[in-house]
Nanobody, 123 residues
């Protein structure tokens, strides 16, 4: 059974930083991309970042560009997303997704998803 489990969410002070992790199992990690989406109630779903585990290609949304870094740990089948200089607008439920691929301009089809982890920003 394929699983994607997020961790690392919580309450963070504005201007601070956090690391979100997506631990995966049940599929060949290095054949797919892993992405992060976030949702705020009443707002559109936003694609934040992704990484292609075949060639390392990454995508970072303009809203977090310069503040976010995505990376893969093949030994742990885990993808991490670091966000620095957190803003109030970063507060959301973050969900990791299994992707057909990830390029620098688009994400492939979503093939699976996690349950999400909530990030709250205090100011």
């Amino acid at each position: 059974e394929e699983r994607l489990v997020e961790s690392g969410g919580g309450l963070v002070q504005a201007g601070g930083s956090l690391v979100l992790s997506c631990a995966t199992s049940g599929f060949r990690f290095d054949r797919y991309g892993i992405g992060w989406f976030r949702r705020v109630p009443g707002k559109d779903l936003e694609a934040v970042s992704c990484i292609d585990n075949n060639d390392g290609t990454t995508y970072v949304a303009d809203s977090v560009k310069g503040r976010a870094t995505i990376s893969s740990d093949n030994a742990k089948n885990t993808v991490s997303l670091q966000i620095h200089s957190l803003k109030n607008e970063d507060a959301a439920i973050y969900t990791c997704v299994k992707l057909q691929y990830c390029s620098d301009t688009r994400m492939g089809s979503v093939l699976g998803w996690g349950q999400g982890t909530q990030v709250t920003v205090s100011s």
